[in-house]
């Protein structure tokens, strides 16, 4: 087993029914943490956090990747708070979250190490992402505000693609085939250093599913950092593994989590914030009694 003092890099990986991904996760982390090794000398960890998954993902981790170090949540406690366990007991100087249905390319961890490393002010390095059949994902985001977030929810966004102001939170004018600073980075696959946590915090827990790492992403922000996306880095991800077998119940989530980001970080005292925040109430108890109505009619 390799000294902990000795670990340069920690890969954090929450687990939550990934029975389908995780071989391929570990497999591909593992490579990527080899040539980590070669390229830099540092040595690795991969830690795993099972969030009470109901499927194998346990059995398929503890019988194929003896070297990686498997730790259990007795219930299921959420993407947020799970990613806090394993970042607690990391030892790397540098931190690495991974989604669990990713892929990582072999010099993808390289890459993005190499960037941190070349800027003092960076905060999180994110790489580019594509599906499991290669198409390109554009998944960077501007930390969102009520106008933006109208603009997308009236479908101007997509009128006015081109928009830097218009279509400006989820960055539909940027190609990602490009090296820029951007608000918020895809939380699928973040490297940071190890000081950055100490000095910000870890992922707020009141955003257990959605949100944290927009609301991370602001802290690191407020710190006088910046976030960069890295294309020369190549993550393949299959978007919303653990989130689409429960679909309706994550939309309701996420338009949950979008309103405490809203109250948590953006005043309440324009007449746009106040009228989109009432309708919002409205509309989320609207789809919190049809949610109700419809596992109750059919269970």
């Known amino acids: 087993m390799t000294d902990t003092k000795q670990i340069a890099l920690s890969i954090v990986i929450p687990v939550y029914n990934g029975e389908l991904f995780i071989s391929d996760c570990l497999e591909s982390a593992q490579v990527a943490c080899q040539k980590f090794t070669a390229a830099t000398g540092g040595a690795t960890e991969i830690i795993c956090i099972d969030d009470?998954?109901?499927?194998?993902?346990?059995?398929?981790?503890?019988?194929?990747?003896?070297?990686?170090?498997?730790?259990?949540?007795?219930?299921?406690l959420g993407f947020a708070p799970t990613c806090n366990r394993g970042l607690a007991v990391?030892?790397?100087?540098?931190?690495?979250?991974?989604n669990q249905d990713t892929r990582s390319r072999p010099e993808s961890l390289v890459t993005l190490y190499n960037k941190l490393c070349?800027?003092?002010r960076l905060g999180i390095v994110g790489p580019k992402f594509v599906g499991f059949d290669g198409h390109l994902q554009s998944e960077c985001r501007s930390l969102p505000t009520y106008s933006n977030v109208f603009y997308e929810?009236?479908?101007?966004?997509?009128?006015?693609?081109?928009?830097?102001?218009?279509?400006?939170?989820?960055?539909?004018?940027?190609?990602?085939?490009?090296?820029?600073?951007?608000?918020?980075?895809?939380?699928?696959a973040m490297l940071f250093r190890r000081s950055l946590l100490e000095e910000i915090g870890a992922l707020d827990e009141s955003f257990p599913i959605f949100f944290n790492d927009v609301d991370w992403s602001r802290r690191i922000l407020a710190a006088g950092y910046v976030n960069l996306y890295c294309p020369t880095a190549v993550v393949e991800h299959f978007i919303g593994s653990a989130t689409k077998p429960q679909k309706p119940k994550m939309v309701l989530e996420s338009h949950r989590a979008l309103y405490r980001y809203f109250k948590k970080w953006?005043?309440?005292?324009?007449?746009?914030?106040?009228?989109?925040?009432?309708?919002?109430?409205?509309?989320l108890s609207a789809a919190g009694t049809l949610r109700a109505w419809y596992w109750t009619l059919r269970g």
């Open 118 to 120: 070349s800027d003092p």
């Open 153 to 188: 929810f009236t479908g101007l966004a997509r009128l006015f693609a081109n928009s830097q102001k218009i279509a400006s939170w989820r960055l539909r004018w940027f190609d990602h085939l490009s090296e820029m600073f951007v608000e918020q980075p895809m939380g699928a």
């Open 266 to 283: 953006q005043p309440t005292d324009g007449i746009l914030s106040k009228l989109t925040l009432f309708i919002w109430r409205i509309g």
């Open 90 to 98: 990391a030892s790397g100087e540098y931190l690495y979250l991974l």
């Open 52 to 76: 009470g998954s109901k499927d194998n993902s346990i059995e398929v981790i503890e019988s194929q990747f003896k070297d990686i170090t498997l730790l259990r949540n007795e219930t299921n």
